[in-house]
């Protein structure tokens, strides 16, 4: 089986807590057992610890609307020696080069709402750009909570989209992702 897993954390690239556990260890059992298995994660350069990754451009970008605009974000590619994974993380200074991965002490940052559409799209545009054709999509917390809705509206009609399943896990009810109305347009 092929499965895509899209989380806003994973050890050893970033951590605020569990999520960044889970997710990296689903991803490598899934591989142990042979599933294909692709993780994706925002690259947030500060989080990251020296030395440690073997981190490399793939060449290739997303380019995802976010509100009325346009955003890119460069795909890059762990080199990991676990058979049967590959982790991708998506470059976006702007959204993703910052002191905390959320929030800095205990205020969010103000345009989460879009840093994570953002995210949420690239996941689909990173599958879509090196042609991942996944059976399961397995979305994680509020951060990612848009790819099954994208997959559905708007990637379901795209061959490599066709027949591909979604999951949605909710770690921490207490982190909800609330915004204003009006932030919906960003979508």
């Not at 989380?7 to 999520?19: D, F, I």
Request: aromatic share 10%; charged share 20%.
């Amino acid at each position: 089986m092929r499965i895509l897993i899209a989380s806003s954390e994973a050890v050893p690239y970033s951590k605020t807590g569990g999520l960044a556990d889970v997710a990296a260890a689903l991803s490598k059992a899934l591989a142990r057992l042979g599933h294909e298995t692709v993780l994706v994660v925002p690259f947030y350069p500060r989080a990251l610890p020296s030395g440690s990754q073997t981190i490399e451009s793939t060449g290739r970008w997303v380019h995802v609307r976010v509100g009325d605009r346009t955003v890119n974000g460069e795909i890059l590619e762990d080199r990991t020696d676990h058979p049967n994974l590959r982790v991708l993380l998506i470059r976006q200074s702007e959204f993703f080069d910052r002191q905390g991965l959320y929030c800095v002490g205990d205020a969010d940052y103000a345009d989460n709402c879009a840093r994570f559409v953002f995210f949420s799209r690239a996941v689909l545009e990173a599958a879509r750009a090196l042609q991942i054709r996944p059976d399961i999509v397995h979305a994680n917390d509020w951060q990612t909570g848009l790819v099954p809705a994208l997959l559905e509206i708007e990637y379901r009609s795209q061959a490599r989209f066709v027949q591909t399943a979604s999951i949605f896990t909710i770690h921490n009810l207490a982190f909800q992702g609330n915004f204003p109305r009006w932030e919906m347009e960003l979508t």
